[in-house]
T-cell receptor
Framework: AQSVTQPDIHITVSEGASLELRCNYSYGATPYLFWYVQSPGQGLQLLLKYFSGDTLVQGIKGFEAEFKRSQSSFNLRKPSVHWSDAAEYFCAVGPPSGSARQLTFGSGTQLTVLP | GAGVSQSPSNKVTEKGKDVELRCDPISGHTALYWYRQSLGQGLEFLIYFQGNSAPDKSGLPSDRFSAERTGGSVSTLTIQRTQQEDSAVYLC???????????????FGEGSRLTVL
């Protein structure tokens, strides 16, 4: 069965600092990988996704993520955090190609940004 | 509408009562999902509708939970005889189609927060 682990429940960074949110997955093959962001009182919004090809993917809001097969990881990064990035971030894994009926989400990482 | 719309945004109910949560997906999206988000937890898949196919109900936690999707558009999630452990945010999402490149590109509503006293 597929699973996703986000080992950091809560991360605090200062505005302007760099950010890395960790995500590890368990899956028998290379899955589809996603990062979603949930701002307070909002639904989840897709930040970026990895299906195949270049292992470094760019997303919206200046985020990027790198797929590392050897480490079963898909960490999210941003070089300079803005106060508006404070939110909860969810990593998700889905079965590759074909009719994916559901994603498996991690438990989320809450990001606090200090002024 | 422009996005996925859910109602009510907040619902407080007494234990044992039935509740209905509504989701209006983005027009033209054939796939619709319901998830449950409990405090400190990830999203728990509940049910999935794709076009006119039979729904995938594999995530429903008990027979007190049911959902329907009328006319391939609006969906209603019903929880009968609510229990305190049902308290959570119920999120609805839709996508243009399931499978392929659009897999996982879900558009979420803002959720319905359910509190069972």
């Amino acid at each position: 069965a597929q699973s996703v682990t986000q080992p950091d429940i809560h991360i605090t960074v200062s505005e302007g600092a760099s950010l890395e949110l960790r995500c590890n997955y368990s899956y028998g093959a290379t899955p589809y990988l996603f990062w979603y962001v949930q701002s307070p009182g909002q639904g989840l919004q897709l930040l970026l996704k990895y299906f195949s090809g270049d292992t470094l993917v760019q997303g919206i809001k200046g985020f990027e993520a790198e797929f590392k097969r050897s480490q079963s990881s898909f960490n999210l990064r941003k070089p300079s955090v803005h106060w508006s990035d404070a939110a909860e971030y969810f990593c998700a894994v889905g079965p590759p190609s074909g009719s994916a009926r559901q994603l498996t989400f991690g438990s989320g990482t809450q990001l606090t940004v200090l002024p | 509408g422009a996005g996925v719309s859910q109602s009510p945004s907040n619902k407080v109910t007494e234990k044992g009562k039935d509740v209905e949560l509504r989701c209006d997906p983005i027009s033209g999206h054939t796939a619709l999902y319901w998830y449950r988000q409990s405090l400190g937890q990830g999203l728990e898949f509940l049910i999935y509708f794709q076009g006119n196919s039979a729904p995938d109900k594999s995530g429903l936690p008990s027979d007190r939970f049911s959902a329907e999707r009328t006319g391939g558009s609006v969906s209603t999630l019903t929880i009968q005889r609510t229990q305190q452990e049902d308290s959570a945010v119920y999120l609805c999402a839709s996508s243009l189609r399931a499978g392929g490149f659009n897999t996982g590109e879900l558009f979420f509503g803002e959720g319905s927060r359910l509190t069972v006293l």
